[in-house]
């Protein structure tokens, strides 16, 4: 059994355990607060197999990938991300191969042209051997049996109401959000689990929809963006997030009442990354990922500084940015 822990911001797989065991199919499964949506793939005559998505809410477990013979060699290709409805932004699992994607619920057999079928890139981890069999996401907390609650909470949260915090305990603060949350959408009785998740992802979808920032890229090639804003009364800047040619991604889901939220970029090519050609502030960078708190003496304590944009002022709560060529430095 493969678990993958998963940090707050953009995160990448981290091997925890493995053990070993025989299995008739491959197993995905869901410990952490999120709602998982993946994308499984395997090679095939004529190229790769590709197929999402698959539902995980937490707590959740999945067959996939049932043509892949496990008694064999073939290796399975896994790409995940959380539900758009969570405040803060989607959470990826991702490694390093690029495979393609749709929107949609899709299957196709595709090789990395990804473009020419109308999809996008998207760097899928790679399971073999006997990791393959079982593959489980986890949070810092380590859930376990806890997620289907720590899920319940982090909606909750997502939909506008307040609890305490999000630690899989179904305590006080908990029970009173979910009977408001019944009240409102004039429930009378609490649904099971999977009932109630789908509710408040549902309730959440609407609430943020249109909230946050999100960043299009209609330069020639990747970008990575970066943001600054304030968390509570401390300034913080962190990136990054890769966006593709002709694809947008949704940066901050918080919603924005004010232009106080301000924006970095880089355009990534063979030779090197181009920074934004003029900005109105600045913050702390770094090369890797990053969260930076302060703006000052970025140099001091081992980063870099860069003159972020301002946001254009947000409408509804939300804001998008759409960066191109001419946005950038010249080589």
């Not at 899928?124 to 899920?151: H, K």
């Not at 300034?235 to 939220?261: D, F, K, M, Y």
């Not at 302060?294 to 003159?307: F, I, K």
């Not at 002022?313 to 939300?318: K, L, N, S, V």
Request: glycine letters at 10%; a negative charge.
């Amino acid at each position: 059994m493969l678990r993958f822990l998963i940090p707050t911001l953009l995160a990448l797989p981290l091997l925890l355990t493995t053990t070993s065991g025989r299995a008739d199919a491959a197993e995905l499964c869901n410990e952490t607060s999120y709602i998982v949506e993946a994308a499984t793939a395997w090679p095939v005559e004529g190229g790769v197999a590709i197929e999402g998505w698959t539902r995980l809410r937490p707590g959740d477990c999945a067959t996939v990938a049932d043509d892949v013979d496990l008694d064999g060699d073939q290796p399975i290709f896994y790409y995940a991300k959380s539900s758009i409805a969570y405040l803060g932004g989607v959470r990826e699992w991702r490694g390093t191969v690029p495979l393609c994607v749709d929107e949609a619920d899709f299957e196709v057999v595709a090789n990395t042209r990804c473009a020419s079928l109308g999809m996008a890139s998207r760097d899928f981890f790679i399971r073999e051997g006997e990791d393959r069999e079982r593959t489980v996401f986890v949070e810092p907390a380590d859930f376990g049996n806890r997620a289907a609650v720590a899920g319940i909470q982090r909606l909750l949260q997502s939909a506008g109401y307040p609890i305490n915090g999000v630690d899989g305990l179904d305590g006080r603060s908990t029970r009173r959000a979910i009977t408001r949350f019944l009240s409102d959408v004039e429930l009378s009785g609490r649904p099971g689990d999977e009932g109630l998740i789908d509710a408040l992802e549902a309730r959440a979808l609407e609430r943020n929809a249109a909230s946050g920032m999100t960043v299009c890229n209609e330069a020639d090639g990747d970008i990575a963006v970066a943001i600054g804003h304030q968390v509570g009364s401390i300034w913080q800047s962190r990136g990054w997030w890769r966006i593709h040619a002709g694809e947008c991604a949704r940066v901050l889901a918080a919603r924005l009442e004010t232009t106080n939220t301000l924006y970095f970029a880089e355009r990534i090519n063979t030779s090197g990354r181009r920074g934004l050609i003029q900005g109105d502030e600045t913050f702390c960078i770094a090369p890797a990922r990053f969260v930076a708190e302060g703006r000052t003496d970025c140099a001091e304590r081992g980063y870099t500084s860069a003159d972020f944009r301002r946001i254009p002022a947000p409408t509804d709560g939300g804001v998008r940015v759409t960066l191109g060529e001419s946005d950038f430095r010249r080589p």
